[in-house]
């Protein structure tokens, strides 16, 4: 790895323990925070603020910085478009990012990953930045998952990996064989929160 890595924060704990690893492991980063998604965090480490649509000055912001390394972290809500204020770059991009935004978030992210890596950046995964950031395989608290337990993990994880090909959401509760919540818009927070007082 080389130079200082790049993060391009939103809001949460996600961007914090990732700028945090990579200074603790000896590398320097570079946090471009994203205005209105500005976690209080990150103030302590080097970086600036700029908007979601100055494509360019971001990228220029992070080669003046020495990063070839990127990683995206964060929560960012999807702007209203007819409102974002675009650099150059940004409003070359705005007709594909608005026709891939009608796919779903993943087909959004895709096109900047995509802009990106066209600019000389590789972009890396959170988990490439910090690879304690990834649960280990097996039980991690509580008691061993009884046999109905798992067929209520196996039917979420069905469940999930259907609304996340069609880029819905990532997360899913299921009791008793019944679903109780499947994410989507709200991220997975709320949707713990929406199905916490559900009889289960």
Known sequence: MEGPLGIVAGLGELPVAIASHA????RGVYVLRLKGFEEPALAEFPGDTMGVGEIGGIMSRLKSAGCKDVVFAGIVKRPD?????????????LPKVISEARKGD?????????????????VIGSEE??????APEGLMAGPEPTEENLHDIAHAARVAAATGALDIGQGCVVCNGLVLAVEAQEGTDEMLRRCAGLPA
Request: aromatic share 8%; charged share 20%.
């Open 129 to 134: 930045a910090n690879a304690a950031l990834l």
């Open 81 to 93: 478009f007819k409102d974002l204020h675009l650099d150059m770059r940004g409003t070359l991009l």
């Open 23 to 26: 200074v603790a492991s000896g």
């Open 106 to 122: 993943d087909a959004l992210l895709r096109v900047l990953v995509g802009e990106f890596e066209k600019h000389g950046f590789n």
